[in-house]
């Protein structure tokens, strides 16, 4: 039998006479209630650190995660930047193949077109044509450099400060040759002055 069950020979007072009442009754045993109370702390501070330590995984799961969200945006920028670069990379490199560009750079370093050019036939090695000397004055050139285009700019701008020179010392010489113009000149300037006075 149980420790908590009392002997089914055990008598109850007369006043409870049934023969039901009569049958074990659970009785208590001391000490039986802080035993229990025991038994609960130890689940309650292994609920506490297995939470504890589940808030801790999680701090670091989100930490980790931010970390690698600024490593991935701030490689994304540096892939951004690294497209536009190539992309003014390649738009460098066509201009630099286009066919005015590299005429410009052959006629700088003194390559001249040749109008009556020369052939060779690779399988006979017969010369096809008669090879001129190139003197640069056959065919004039239709590409210009950036210092050739500065050069005719300043040369018109010289032009036109000449020409407006010039206009501006006919007039002196025509004025000054003209007595009766200078004379009127001078009146209407006295005039003027005497009016407002």
């Given at each position: ?10 008598s109850y007072p007369a006043d409870r006479g049934s023969d039901q009442d009569r049958r074990a009754r ?172």
């Amino acid at each position: 039998m149980s420790a908590l069950w009392a002997d089914a020979s055990t008598s109850y007072p007369a006043d409870r006479g049934s023969d039901q009442d009569r049958r074990a009754r659970p009785r208590v045993i001391e000490g039986g209630a802080g035993t229990a109370r025991l038994g609960r702390v130890p689940f309650v501070l292994a609920l506490i650190v297995v939470l504890g330590v589940g808030m801790a995984g999680l701090l670091a799961l989100n930490t980790s995660l931010q970390g690698q969200a600024f490593q991935a945006r701030s490689l994304s920028q540096k892939a951004n930047q690294l497209t536009y670069q190539e992309a003014s990379l390649r738009t460098q490199v066509s201009e630099l193949r286009s066919s005015d560009n590299l005429a410009a750079r052959a006629f700088k370093l003194g390559m001249r077109p040749d109008p009556n050019p020369g052939f060779i036939e690779l399988g006979s090695g017969k010369v096809v044509g008669k090879a001129k000397t190139v003197t640069g004055h056959e065919v004039p050139m239709i590409i210009k450099t950036p210092e050739q285009i500065n050069a005719e700019r300043k040369a018109k701008q010289a032009k036109v400060q000449a020409e407006e020179a010039k206009r501006q010392a006919a007039e002196a010489r025509k004025e000054a040759d003209d007595p009766k113009t200078s004379d009127q000149k001078q009146t209407n300037t006295k005039q003027d002055q005497g009016g407002r006075g």
